[in-house]
């Protein structure tokens, strides 16, 4: 069965700083990936996402996120913070061979102090 | 604008009610979801539907039902059945079968409280 781990329930930063939000997965075979973010009292927007090929995935505002298979990781990164980038991200795993579930992890609460 | 909409976005309820939470999407997407958000543990998927007059239970869907009776449109009912009922609901959906790699698109969510 699939699954989805964020092991930080916060991460906290400096603007300007280099972010990294981590996330790890249990998947059979090939999965697809994505990150979503959420702000306060909204729905989940969706981020970028890993089907196959460059291990480096760039989306949103300035986002990216490294698939790593030998270690089962996605962590989303950004270069360089912003206040605005403060919200909830979530990490997620389809498993195309297990039909029509995507797997939400528990969230990471990313906190950019100015 | 193309999109995803809620309604309402605040709904309380009462001991033994049945209330009825809307979701209309104008992406002309075949699939549709409703996921249930509590801090700290995610999103849990409550039904699905890949298709019109079709729908699937998803891990939490005792004390929910769900129509889908047009393509736009997926409302979930919450019935007196279900006895923790206060949650932050969301509806979503993507452009086809729910095992592709696409993507899914939120609407804002509707926050349900038990009075």
């Known amino acids: 069965a699939q699954s989805v781990a964020q092991p930080e329930d916060q991460v906290n930063v400096a603007e300007g700083n280099p972010l990294t939000v981590k996330c790890t997965y249990s998947a059979s075979g090939n999965p697809y990936l994505f990150w979503y973010v959420q702000y306060p009292n909204r729905g989940l927007q969706f981020l970028l996402k890993?089907?196959?090929?460059?291990?480096l995935v760039k989306g949103s505002y300035g986002f990216e996120a490294e698939f790593n298979k030998s270690q089962t990781s996605f962590h989303l990164k950004k270069p360089s913070a912003l206040v605005s980038d403060s919200a909830l991200y979530f990490c997620?795993?389809?498993?195309?061979?297990?039909?029509?579930?995507?797997?939400f992890g528990a969230g990471t609460r990313l906190f950019v102090k100015a | 604008d193309g999109g995803i909409t809620q309604s309402p976005k605040y709904l309380f309820r009462k001991e033994g009610q049945n209330v009825t939470l809307s979701c209309e999407q104008n992406?002309?997407?075949?699939?549709m979801y409703w996921y249930r958000q509590d801090p700290g543990q995610g999103l849990r998927l409550i039904y699905y539907?890949?298709?019109?007059?079709?729908?699937q239970k998803g891990d939490i869907a005792e004390g929910y039902s769900v129509s889908r009776e047009k393509k736009e449109s997926f409302p979930l009912t919450v019935t007196s059945a279900q006895k923790n009922p206060t949650a932050f609901y969301l509806c979503?959906?993507?452009?086809?079968?729910?095992?592709?790699?696409?993507?899914?698109?939120f609407g804002p969510g509707t926050r349900l409280t038990v009075l």
């Open positions: 992406l002309n997407h075949d699939a």
């Open positions: 539907s890949q298709i019109v007059n079709d729908f």
């Open positions: 979503a959906s993507s452009i086809d079968r729910p095992s592709s790699y696409n993507e899914q698109f």
């Open positions: 997620a795993v389809r498993d195309p061979a297990g039909g029509f579930k995507t797997i």
């Open positions: 890993y089907i196959t090929g460059d291990n």
